[in-house]
């Protein structure tokens, strides 16, 4: 099976960044824990935009369909469901992979 890359965009409330950071960071030891989690990172928006963005690998459409049921993030999005000002914006990818294999692949 081929890995997924998921990118997912967080866009807290105005004076809800640090509360929704705080409840992502709190989340990721669980996830990293998971069956077939390769990446799961998080990332702050540079300007002006306050977005979070997470980047994701897992080993399979399988092992992310499993980390959509799994505890952790059922209790990350109970954490952060009134702190967004949009929905959660969650798109996957497969990997096409180019260059230097390091390089050329999430």
Same mark, same amino acid.
Request: aromatic share 0%; charged share 10%; proline share 0%.
């Given at each position: 099976m081929s890995p997924v890359v998921v990118v997912a965009?967080?866009?807290p409330k105005p004076g809800e960044e640090e509360a929704v950071k705080e409840a992502v960071l709190n989340a990721i030891p669980?996830?990293?824990a998971e069956k077939g989690c390769l990446k799961y990172a998080l990332h702050e =928006? @540079?300007?002006d935009s @306050?977005?979070?963005v997470? *980047?994701?690998k897992w080993e399979s459409i399988d092992a992310l =369909?499993?980390?959509g049921q799994a505890p952790a993030l059922a209790e990350l999005g109970q954490a952060i469901a009134?702190?967004?000002a949009a929905p959660l914006d969650v798109k996957t990818f497969t990997p096409i992979r180019a260059g230097e294999a390091d390089l050329? =692949? *999430?």
């Open positions: 965009t967080l866009s669980k996830v990293h =928006a @540079t300007g @306050t977005d979070l997470m *980047i994701e =369909a499993t980390h009134n702190l967004l050329g =692949a *999430i």
